[in-house]
């Protein structure tokens, strides 16, 4: 299959649907993340044999079974793993990786790192609910500080980690960051993901109905949600807000909230996202901001262009291939010191 | 030269090189090997480095050893005891006095005994020779240094690039006393330092220096090893790992599908990941992983794109794979894993060689989890059962479990080249594109159990795989008590169909007698030669080596049976002897095992033997 | 209420509750089964979850159940068929029409028979008795959600909370059919709902309404089950996770060290790890580690520190954590590794239950690295073997693998409360502040083998452990081949030197006869009344059932020779019978063999045994 | 063993040294690390009893067995988890958890960041070779980009990790850097790593004269060493350079060399060294400067207080228990719902 065959293709999302009865409770924000995958993938227009979505194990990476692709179901915290092999193996497939907070960070911690850092052409998606839903609710590597969980009956006393500021600190060249309620907005951001060369992680906040509920009620209970959800788009001013009049701005070395229009502050003084910066410094502070204090960045945090492994790999093997005298096994086996026995 | 007239014929001959570290035993022992095998000697070789990287100069950890056995019979290992010891330093005396044959020959470099060194190697006195009981032996104490340094006095260079080719004074003195030329170590001179002439020269003139030495001094023997019998044919040397590297590429050929090897480095499996590395030229993807697991995993990503993927590694690193291993066995995808043995438990003995895996090869995935298991036996064969376990993997879609060890891995023997025309063509059954009605678990009406495997890409295929238990036939996730059944039953028959691409069992000696010998995986070589020696001694022994081991061959019962006693040997505590008893309960196993890292003597096997006879 | 006179008197009775997730099954079935325990009544019980999380309402993949057999005599499992089957909804009478007893009551609400209910359950009529060909069963249509309406119509309740309850309606049908006092209920409400006087009321209400229902519905039997001669003293009722988490707990009790729990959450074994860490009051510590890798490792450090260490897994995480339970093996620590067993391979039926992880325990690590392995065979019973284990783990200084699974972990049964005083003492061998003369890997005189255990901290004592092959008795690193083989063979003495803490393996029934059905673990339920039912039909066979399986019971050669057959049955493919033939091979194993994620029933047990009689 | 018992004690470097025999190659750099340990371990002054080593596998693990204190050379990447139960169960301990850049950051990984990020109080020397020493000689997760080594014959493909920015982007607390040839600042940050409440990972660069020799050139020889060396220290001046008048200094979010003396820069532009602020930006900025743009910092990057994992359980148990009614297996056992068969 080679490049050219990829032409864009006519696809509705329902093209995208398997035969499977979803089976995620009711309520479940998983279900709005599929919606919005199948969307983008409609919308991508690439063949839909070509698409590879591999999962790990957790309520989320049941995941494949209602897609119409090519799917793998694996065990846990290996996804990361098996889609690098898949996408070096054949780097024409769209893979996508589906994982969960569990998934990826704590059993699949190290495959995440590694992929992260190689940058391989992933499409990470990492369901973040804060909590081991297939399991019947124990605390995961996100889970925030003091929650009562069945494994932490009187409260976590670990710190959790911050997605972005992990894979930033691997060496990420792509972060964004998705809510399983506004669809649009994660079909937008899936998009963006597939499009970038590397491995695009993108860290979807998920409300888990059963055993996390509401952990994310901070960012998107409606009396509050706007003026905690900034939406970044490259090249565009960091406004948010009900009124549209708060912005971020830079203030010795750190980030802050400023009202555009009090204290003489005019628009000019709002940061404008560059997604595009190699330097991940304000990429990891934009992805590190928290409510109540400050509003979550949603949308491609960061997104830098380099060389991806699969293709830095074919690309040597093509020059090693082109340099060697060997290009085949009768000629390795009878290459070097041989001897004759008459 | 009226030393040469009493010229003795051998059979065969073991010499064992050793020195430092630095002192460049292994090269010497190569270039040895290469003129023995030139000449047309069969040969086996092992190099048995210290387990530090470089251990503390002139003691005994830091010895640095290389064996030979050469021949004009068929060599089947690299001899349990030096006829000739050469020893660079008092350290290597020490480290080899147990493994020289009685009244056998040892060179040393006499400048070497030096009080400071004398005591860097634990002797207590000044007197090595008499300390370590060598009186009867035919000991050459040879000024090497001194005549290195003197042969190059003119050459120009410094002290220490000087006594750099003390081996090849060495090596003089042993092509000497095996009367053999060294046109092919000139011309390896020329190859490799051929930008140097300076060095080139001088060790050409070292070399010279040691054969002259040899031919003045007396003592020294003059032996004469007649050219083998040999199968006719172009050979080349090969190590146990490269000879695995190169069999999983020539599987990967014949099945014309990219190789992809997903592995983490670990002793003594690295270098298979390292020739397939260097094979970027074949189109051969290695990735290297953070960990086992990644390995195999990246490997089951791969094999599920479509390329024929291996992972390698070694005892502990196939611990950390099971669980993912587990997961190729239900999905029913195309793997080979590789495990070279080393000695075990935990970290135990990583330099060192034992076949204690092989029942965690059989049994330590979660639940009923059957797979195809192999062994080679000997550094060459590497090749044949890494082809093999490709094409098994490939054409009935299942992991494949491949055992090699230490001692095999890296020893070195004589590969015949095949055309690769003469390997069998390898042909997965491939799902077609546009096959509406593709099942992911469908099973072929002609009894093979093999499903077929669909490759993303492939327009109309889309399908999905995974770790629950699936519905036969169509693949989906099915919680039927009865369909795990069935489930279970056709993973078990796929595997146990696997007999069909086994040979039967051969057995090496009459087919019926009063012992069999029984091993498996890389002992054959201390076994057989152990058996021919009873056998010529008139005892009516035979011996079957197994390298089939999941599914044994068809009639293995019927070998078994024609024997009045069994005894299987092993290095471990009796793994095979208890899958027999799983197997073939009806006969009785006596066994003999051996768990020091190191491979079995032919001397002890013969004893051992003989209390069955 | 004239119908109370034919009261029919039983032995036993199996009640099956089924409903959706949201029926509340579990605690209907739970407040059954105290009341008969109350009683005096033996109970057994199991619940049947679906596989997700909340499967969607009204389908079969949503039914949620829980059995419960009770009985004048000793209960030994939850039953296989149900006497009586309570269906909340037409999904609940699909998914379990198969495990209803021939001729037995079936109590459904006919309030759920609509169009809607039928097609999402997978029927293809709207008459379900007959398409499920239950004409010669007693069925019941009850109007259950009516009559619940109807009884709290009054409640100021709305309609959900009202419709909540429906579940105390079939319970009084339940309590009126078995004659069964509900004093035990009503207070469970008060304590339960204390708070909420208008649900306390509303449950006794309609408790009582399905009481009086029944008390009119002349078709429903009246049976009467008597209590039980069950050993005087305390009970609690307890389910085999938790029976392991306080068995465990009670071993650091009684060795004086705090227990450390490092674990990865992994279905059915998760409740263990939970179950500790309730217990922070009795100064239990759990790691809720990032992966199996991390549990066991994090627990060797502890163990290494001093602490009664434990890790908590399933099969799938028992494979990953093979590499490490090596480094413990090798370094002689102490550690409990226990795996609840599910379905497999692979991620394979996670939910359901399987022993076929046996082999995997006895030999998945690398090397020989023999460690020992016992089972549970009952819920309460995996208090006594964690604590033995543990036991084991601590005087011997070595890793334990206790074995449980899904059946036993989330069935739960009576637990007879002996004070601990009742339980042995558990002292491990520490080495002495200020003896200078400590040496890690020596053994003692008194041939146990059992080295001293240095604890950080103490002065004096500071050593070095690790994974690389030690020097007998100093523990410092040894490539000496001679010295493996002696580790080698000391590590296998001190594993079967434990045999000194296994009692004799016992027999159930006659000690010699016809046959002898073998088993081991949790299938000791279900084997013992099938046995007993031979028995009782007047056959010679006899039941062994082993808990102890590395080292096996001293008098287990005998206990097997005394019997003209011998059959082994076990949920896998044959891995004990197996394992006897390695360990006495002398003998004929006959297997029975299940793998479907499901227990044993009786009844089919009795048809394979009955072959061999 | 309680607090109280943890005297200041009277030792030399002489006292942790074991009877074994060093083994590695003469002139490898794991020599001196071994030596700066030694020391400092004798200056802390604790009693060496409390101390425990443990490693994983590698030539730099073997460093247990050279020590005369409790040690653990355990299996391969798992030295992380290992130690993190050693601390946990014994928190009176001085835990030091010996590793390599393969042991902590390819197979140990995972453990690695989820030990920063629980903040065990644990001292983590990682000794970064850039290579795999023990197997002999393939590239690591650290190994610079287009390296050939044993398995990338043709040259890596791959983008190294960043010890520090990987650290903190976990979240950790303490990051500092050493160098082999350099004892005396060694053993002085260690003496900080041991000081500091919390995971501490020190980098240690060192040198494999057999397999990655000279890795570190850039940074240590002899003509340029002053000049891409900077040896920070709280509260100080970050001023280095062979004449002493070099200085790091911000500009527009980002760091810059200055010359004291040249464009009107004084001391005063140059930044002063704040270890202690929790915020990582500036931390991560300079754990990230590579030679021979910028010069390489030593010395503690970060140092930020806060509670400690094994702590933090401590605390919570001691609380569980005083409002607890269960306090043995008896009480335990009759508690809840039981009843008499008599
Ligand atoms: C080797 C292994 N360990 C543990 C488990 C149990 N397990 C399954 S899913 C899961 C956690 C899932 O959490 P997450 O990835 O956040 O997914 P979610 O269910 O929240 O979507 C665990 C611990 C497993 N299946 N396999
Ligand atoms: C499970 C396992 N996998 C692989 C190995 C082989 N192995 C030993 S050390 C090592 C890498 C060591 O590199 P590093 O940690 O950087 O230490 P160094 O030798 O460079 O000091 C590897 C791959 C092993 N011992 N165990
Ligand atoms: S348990 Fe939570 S995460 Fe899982 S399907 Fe239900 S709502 Fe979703
Ligand atoms: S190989 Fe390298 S890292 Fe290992 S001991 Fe030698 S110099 Fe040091
Ligand atoms: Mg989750
Ligand atoms: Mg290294």
Redesign the interface.
Known sequence: ?SEANINVQQYTAADFK?D??V????GCGDHAVLNAVQRAMAELGK????Y?V?SG?G?SSRF??Y????????????AG??????????P??SVWQITGDGDAL??G???F??EV???VNLNVLLFNNEI?????G??S?TTKFGKKT??????T??????VG???????GTFFARALDNNIKHATQTFIEAEKHNGTSVVEILVNCV?YADQTHALITDKEHKEDRQLYLEHGKKMIFGKDNNKGIA?DH??LKIVTIGEDGITEADVLTHDAKNP????H??LSNMQAPEMPVAFGVIRSVDT?T?EK??EA??E???A??K?????E???S??????? | MDKKANVVEKEAVVIRFSGDSGDGMQLTGNLFTDESALFGNDVATFPDYPAEIRAPQGTVGGVSGFQVHFGKRKIHTPGDYADVLVAMNPAALMANRRWIKKGGTVITDVDTFTEKNFLKAGFKTDDPITELKLEDYNVILAPVSTLTKEALKDSGLDNKSILRSKNMFALGICYNLFDKSFENTFNYFERKFGKKPQIVEANKKVLQAGYDYASNVHALPSYRVEPAKIEKGKYRSISGNQATAWGLLAAAEKANLPLFCGSYPITPATEILQYIAERQDLGAKTFQAEDEIAGICTAIGASFAGNFAVTTTSGPGLALKTEAAGLAVITELPLVIVDVQRGGPSTGLPTKTEQADLLQALYSRNGESPLPVIAASSPADCFEYAFQAGRIALEHMTPVILLTDGFIANGTAPMRIKPMSEYPTITPRFAKEGNSNYQPYGRPSDGSMTREWAIPGTKGLEHRIGGLEKMAVTGTVSYVPENHQVMTDERQAKVDQVVVKVPDQEVIGDASGDLLVVGWGSTYGHLHDAVDELRTEGHKVSFANFNYINPLPKNTADVLGRFKKIVVAELNSGQFANYLRINFQQFEYNQYNKVQGLPFTVEELKEAFKKYL
């Open positions: 299959m398997s499977q009865e089976r995620w409770c009711p063949p839909k044999e070509n590879a591999i194990i309520c494949p079974y897609m119409n692709t090519y799917g793998f179901h694996s065990i846990h915290g290996r793993a098996i889609a690098s092999g898949t996408k070096t193996a054949n024409n497939l704590a059993i911690g190290n495959h790192i590694h850092r190689r940058n081991y839903g297939l399991t019947k124990q605390y590597p069945k494994t932490s009956p009187y409260g006393i670990e710190q959790p980690f911050k500021q992990l894979t930033l600190g691997a060496g059963i830079l070395g750190r330097d991940p410094t304000i990891m502070m060389f492994y830095a790999l040597r093997i020059e090693t291939k340099a060697s060997i290009h085949s096994m009768d390795l086996l009878n070097g010191e041989t001897w004759k026995v008459e």
